[in-house]
Structures are given as C-alpha cells and as structure tokens.
C-alpha cells in the first residue's frame, strides 16, 4: 500500500515562494501518475498540479505559471514548486499517486496528513 508524506509547508509573504515535498513509500506499481491537491479553509479540496510517467504536467489555471510540479525517477517523491505565492493559495495541500483514465486522475494512493501553507502579510 502506498503511503505519503507532505512537508515544506509553512507561513510566507506575498510574492515568496515555498517548495513542497512529498515522500512515497510502499508499492509505487499502483499508479503511474502524481498530484498535488489543496484544500482552502472551509471549501473543497481542488487538484492543482498533476504529472504523468512520460513528464507530461497540467495545472489548474489559478496556478499555472507559478507552480511547478516534478518528481524524481523512481516515483519516491514528488515536489511542488510554488512561487509567487498569493493569500488564495493558503491551503492544506496534499500529494497522490495515481492513474490517468483519458484526461481523468484519479487518485489512488492513501490520503496523507497533508501540509499547511499560509500566505499572508
């Protein structure tokens, strides 16, 4: 079974960036895609980054050109780079394994503890 584990999170300024990281342990087998998802204080969790095996990467449009996700070869971690960093993007934000099913991800991995991002002056 796949676990993860979130950190890099923490308390930044506007316009600051952060990295998180996400360590993977277990059968990685079980997919062979990433995500990063967040979730702000009382709303949803939204998916925001996600990289397929081949390096392809999609991101939602509040973050596109900001943050970039990427992972090391052999699916042990996954990082998310954040720069420019906006009080919209104070979140829990949680990392997957997963699957595609067309333009569809799925995530397949256990949920982690997540880690906390404030954005704030």
């Known amino acids: 079974q796949v676990r993860v584990v979130e950190s890099g999170g923490g308390l930044v300024q506007p316009g600051e960036s952060l990295t998180l990281s996400c360590r993977v342990s277990?059968?990685?087998?079980?997919?062979?895609?990433a995500g990063w998802y967040r979730q702000p204080p009382g709303k949803q969790r939204e998916l925001v980054a996600t990289i397929r095996a081949g390096g392809n990467t999609h991101y939602a449009d509040s973050v596109k050109g900001r943050f970039t996700i990427s992972r090391d070869v052999a699916w042990s971690a996954v990082y998310l780079q954040m720069n420019s960093l906006k009080p919209d993007d104070t979140a829990d934000y949680y990392c997957?394994?997963?699957?595609?099913?067309?333009?569809?991800?799925?995530?397949?991995?256990?949920w982690g503890q997540g880690t906390q991002v404030t954005v704030s002056s």
């Open positions: 997957t394994l997963g699957t595609f099913t067309g333009a569809t991800y799925y995530p397949a991995s256990r």
């Open positions: 277990g059968t990685t087998s079980m997919g062979n895609a």
